[in-house]
């Protein structure tokens, strides 16, 4: 099946710090989605991306989907602690679900 | 507005025995389906569906039963539980499709097979 390379797999940041992820494939997509996923809970859809090249911000949070439509890279400014957890690319479409990459755990150190 | 539950939110299985995973949506949505998460392996989609009556198998979907008897409902279904299911399972709907407008997530259940 369709792989996703998802990368860093960790980061251990100072809270202020700005955090950058991204997440690469050999394959074309046309959809690109950001999750994140706090301990003991399901993932929570953070970004939707729908068009290459496009830029999208919630908050402090930017996505983009690249241009070449086989990355994506998510950008988190001013980290603060409740920013921990795992952050999670996915894509794909139509009805036959979602591929997910590994997942970038974010930890915040005081 | 509950949007995704999930029942129960724990479980300890033998291997051999059977169980049921209940999964139930309030918000009217067409596209249902199942993930199991396991450590370094992100997401896999086990079964999915795009409407009562109709279901589909995803990337790893051996071991596992579903049906869609109703919009609201889409059970998940282990007929004779093995160690290798030993997982966290989610949920997930949308209002059509897989990924238009992304996946609402319900809140895991996380089994453990001896």
């Known amino acids: 099946g369709q792989q996703l390379n998802q990368s860093p797999q960790s980061m251990f940041i100072q809270e202020g710090e700005d955090v950058s992820m991204n997440c690469t494939s050999s394959?074309?997509?046309?959809?690109w989605l950001w999750y994140k996923q706090d301990p003991g809970e399901g993932p929570v859809l953070l970004i939707a991306?729908?068009?290459?090249?496009e830029l999208t911000s919630n908050g402090r949070l930017t996505a983009q989907f690249g241009i070449t439509r086989k990355d994506s890279f998510l950008n988190i400014s001013a980290s603060i602690p409740s920013d921990v957890g795992i952050y999670f690319c996915a894509t794909g479409g139509g009805a036959d679900g979602l591929t997910f990459g590994k997942g970038t755990h974010l930890i915040i150190q005081p | 507005n509950a949007g995704v539950t999930q029942t129960p939110k724990f479980q300890v299985l033998k291997t051999g025995q059977s169980m049921t995973l209940q999964c139930a949506q309030d918000?009217?949505?067409?596209?249902m389906s199942w993930y199991r998460q396991d450590p370094g392996m992100g997401l896999r989609l086990i079964h999915y569906s795009v409407g009562a009556g109709i279901t589909d198998q995803g990337e790893v979907p051996n071991g596992y039963n579903v049906s869609r008897s109703t919009t609201e409902d889409f059970p998940l279904r282990l007929l004779s539980a093995a160690p290798s299911q030993t997982s966290v399972y989610f949920c997930a709907t949308n209002i059509a499709g897989a990924s238009l407008g992304g996946q609402y997530f319900g809140p895991g259940t996380r089994l453990t097979v001896l």
């Open positions: 918000m009217n949505h067409e596209y």
């Open positions: 991306l729908y068009k290459a090249g």
């Open positions: 394959s074309i997509f046309n959809t």
